[in-house]
């Protein structure tokens, strides 16, 4: 039986070996560095404690090297749009300390951008509010449940949690909810008919409103959704994000180190594994909610 302390440690030398030489973490090995994999592997390294805060500085002044002049953080430095990475910055730039002046302009820059947003017409096909202003994935297109997610994390965790954009955000994520319970993408129904909840997007929603909103029905039906899901739950991300979503409103269920180890060991050898690495350590971390800024 693989013991829980082995496999993060295990978990954590890959991901650093995967890094390499390089100042930052891609999707692919020999491939550039990517913003996405890199804020990341920060976080989840330092959720679980596992790196030496040198090693972990060197890759956000990587990050910081490639802030544009308006703040945003592209997809890499050679693809300098969509900008949704920018959130994942702040939280990675906020779990190492300092990086102050990255922070606020970046910051500054989420609290200018939005999503497309308009007047729903009464005979609109989706169910969700379509005028309430959020963040989006790429300019010019409409706003996404994740994407505001992050973006609602990064902000609060810079002392936004106040800003009208934070509580815009606040209620677009509401909006979304899922009347069954949960959340998927962004959308609730579609020509009458619910959608169906996902686990990853269902626990990013629970930590952006941590904080933010009283224990309304929506968020009881999420995490009575999350209670049945997470047990049949291993793949990475989905994990990840559900536990630390369920942990940031109730206990963090006792069987979560096993399904963390299991996870861990049914990873593919030809996945994406730095990605993959990066969320388990960063949910298996007992520093996981401080590093997303959240107590």
């Known amino acids: 039986m693989l013991v829980v302390a082995d496999w993060i440690e295990n978990a954590a030398k890959e991901l650093l070996s995967l890094r390499g030489t390089a100042p930052g973490w891609s999707f692919r090995s020999g491939a550039e560095p990517f913003s996405e994999p890199s804020a990341l592997a920060i976080l989840g390294l330092a959720g679980a404690g ?5 090693d972990l500085a060197a890759t956000g002044k990587w990050l910081a090297g490639i802030q544009q002049a308006d703040g945003s953080v592209g997809l890499a430095e050679s693809i300098p749009e969509p900008t ?37 017409p009464p005979d609109d096909p989706v169910g969700h509010d379509t005028s309430i202003k959020g963040w989006p994935w790429a300019a010019g297109t409409h706003s996404w449940l994740e994407p505001t997610a992050l973006a609602l994390l990064a902000l609060k965790r810079e002392g936004h949690g106040s800003h009208e954009r934070v509580r815009e955000g606040t209620r677009l994520i509401l909006d979304r909810a899922l009347p069954g319970g949960g959340w998927n993408y962004g959308n609730t129904t579609v ?13 990013l929603a629970l930590l952006a409103l941590s904080g933010q909103t009283p224990r309304t029905g ?3 039906r999420a995490l009575v959704y999350l209670s049945v899901e997470l047990p049949r739950i291993r793949a990475p991300e989905s994990l990840c994000w559900a536990l630390l979503g369920f942990a940031a409103w109730t206990a963090r269920p006792g069987a979560a180190a096993g399904w963390l180890a299991e996870a861990h060991a049914r990873m593919r050898p030809d996945g994406v594994r730095a990605l993959q690495l990066s969320h388990l350590l960063l949910a298996g971390g007992k520093d996981a909610l401080p590093a997303l800024g959240l107590a």
Do not use: D, N
């Open 50 to 54: 596992r790196a030496r805060a040198a």
């Open 84 to 120: 949704w990475p920018t959130a994942l910055a702040i939280l990675a730039w906020g779990s190492l300390g300092g990086f102050a002046a990255e922070r606020s302009k970046a910051a500054g820059y989420l609290l200018g951008f939005a999503g497309a947003h308009w007047q729903k």
């Open 191 to 203: 020509l009458g008919r619910e959608l169906r909840p996902v686990p990853g997007p269902t626990g």
């Open 218 to 220: 929506a968020l009881e």
